[in-house]
């Protein structure tokens, strides 16, 4: 096996059982990595220096696809479910047998890394590839290692992501050709037949929730960031909520855009880089993210002009989920390493395409667990196949339950003790519609929402009076700077405040449905919840 690179780790290949590879290229930097993708025809070099791909079929994460492996020193912790789909270990075994015998003879591109930026509570963690360019998204997202020491790295878990490796569902007991294994036993993963490249920052992410939380590190599914205080703010939220767009804020500092864990001494970035969606980026709403698009940054299926290389944001022909993977360090400004104190705000983010609730609201400890445990949004019709015509909502547990591997109250709990100890600001910021449903409705505007968020950030909304949601019982202030006070009431919003109830009620329904999973939660967090009128 001839190894190339930057000082490889003394812990080899043939330590996963990787052997008779033709080369194996380890720790390339960016430029070497941007030539090997490039000799490889993997992409496109863009006008501005970012590398452009395409993924093929997969142009987001597979869910159904993801598996976790049944072994004796693991099984009785995990959260077993259409999330943790169990693999058996002896098929899980043959299938890797395979993937060992495929990668024979070829060329991969080996990244050891970090998960978590806190020296205290990072893991040691190694990305195996066959593109140039995966090994790339790796080194972006992932942290870094000082170069100099890399020769000692002992991985606690390898991914292996080998995308032209397909499995054969009736032999391996997969869905289908692609799939995503987790082996906590073995501290492996193996990841086969999808080119999407989030497959592997959301397998580290499901390594941790898992790691993490039993060392009682609280692990979320949330952006970070800071004030010229010290401040630090929290943001939860599904894709497409604005995570990473109101976290990138030119007023405050980045820590991270995306995942971070929560230690006895204040909050810590579990990456290196962020991964920020693309679609319809404008320099005037996000002009930090569109700053950070350049040399290094990787674009997933952003369309690209191949004769003047210029990009095209606004088209989502292949894909609503293009995607950005930069440094962190491509953000002005931005905490590096990415560790904080303990968090003053923590922000609840939902895109309502009903248009019924507030763009914001104050949350008492108990509603915070309510709607941390819902993990509420709602999907735009059109924007998916099979949605209709109408908005559909969605619930996801600690606004993460793909990536959580032990039971959400789990994590609820933790989350709730930190708020209580630490005195923590709760807030419901809707990032969705107003005046109706997506399709009638208006799209709250962004520097609306960031002008809310100031307003709680700096303290301007304590001494405002508020009113009381009637539905969802929430303290909704009716005043704030640069905000038009109408929007602060959606009802008020609406042409016909009876669609609006009509609306509500049916929303309420929805989230009282989804929470009957969680009737074992105490009475004061059920109670917390929405009613129905």
């Known amino acids: 096996m001839q190894a190339l690179g930057v000082n490889p780790s003394h812990y080899g290949l043939e330590r996963h059982g990787i052997q008779n590879v033709s080369q194996a290229f380890w720790n390339l930097g960016t430029a070497a990595l941007v030539e090997n993708a490039i000799r490889r025809r993997e992409g496109l070099l863009a006008a501005g220096g970012a590398f452009v791909v395409r993924t093929g079929q997969y142009t987001g994460r597979s869910p159904d696809d993801k598996f ?13 479910g259409p999330v943790n789909r169990p693999f058996d270990l002896a098929r899980f075994d043959a299938l890797y047998g395979r993937l060992l015998a495929y990668l024979q003879g070829s060329e991969l591109y080996v ?33 870094r290692p000082d170069w100099t020491k890399t020769g000692d790295h002992v991985p606690r878990f390898t991914i292996i992501d080998i995308p032209k490796f397909h499995a054969y569902p009736d032999l391996d007991g997969t869905r289908s050709e692609a799939f995503v294994v987790v082996n906590f036993g073995k501290g492996l993963v193996i990841i086969g037949g999808t080119s999407y490249a989030g497959e592997m920052k959301k397998s580290v992410f499901t390594i941790l929730n898992f790691l993490l939380p039993l060392k009682r590190v609280l692990s979320m599914h949330c952006s970070a960031n800071q004030g010229c205080r010290g401040d630090v703010a929290l943001f939860f939220g599904l894709s497409g909520t604005g995570k990473t767009t ?36 404008s320099r005037e709403d996000e002009p930090q993210i569109w700053s950070a698009i350049r040399y290094g940054a990787v674009l997933e299926n952003v369309s ?47 895109c309502d395409a009903f248009g019924v609730l507030p763009p914001i609201a104050r949350l008492t400890p108990e509603q915070a667990m309510y709607h941390f445990l819902s993990g509420y949004t709602a999907k735009l019709a059109g924007t998916e196949r099979g949605l209709g015509s109408e908005p559909k909502a969605t619930f996801s ?101 009876e669609s609006y109830d009509n609306q509500a009620k049916q929303l309420t329904g929805l989230f009282r449905k989804n929470f009957e999973q969680f009737k074992d939660t105490s009475t004061a967090i059920r109670d917390a919840g929405p009613t129905i009128a």
């Open 397 to 497: 547990a600690c606004f993460g339950a793909p990536f959580l591997v032990l039971h959400p109250t789990f994590y609820a709990e933790m989350l709730g003790e930190r708020i209580t100890r630490q005195r923590v600001n709760c807030w419901l910021i809707n990032t969705g519609w107003t005046g109706g449903p997506v399709g009638i409705g208006q799209r709250l505007r962004l520097p609306h929402t960031r002008a809310l968020l100031r307003a709680a950030l700096t303290g301007k909304l304590d001494g405002v009076s508020m009113r009381t949601d009637p539905v969802f019982g929430l303290q909704v202030p009716t005043e704030c700077p640069d905000v038009p006070s109408l929007i602060l009431d959606p009802r008020a919003t609406w042409p016909k405040a």
């Open 246 to 281: 109101l976290s990138a804020d030119p007023e405050r500092r980045l820590i991270g855009d995306d995942e971070h864990g929560w230690s006895e001494t204040g909050v810590f970035n579990f990456e290196g880089g962020c991964y920020a969606k693309c679609i319809n980026l």
């Open 111 to 143: 990244q050891d890394c970090f998960a978590g930026a806190d020296p205290d509570h990072r893991i040691p963690i190694r990305i195996v590839t066959e593109y140039a360019w995966h090994n790339l998204f790796a080194r972006q997202l992932f942290v």
């Open 304 to 350: 690209i002009d191949p004769k003047t290389r210029l990009l095209n944001y606004q088209d989502g022909s292949l894909t609503e989920n293009t995607r950005a993977a930069f440094p962190v360090s491509f953000i002005p400004g931005a905490v590096i390493p990415g560790v904080a104190g303990h968090p003053r705000n923590v922000f609840f983010l939902t």
């Open 68 to 80: 976790v492996v049944k072994e004796s020193s693991t099984q009785d912790r995990i959260w077993w």
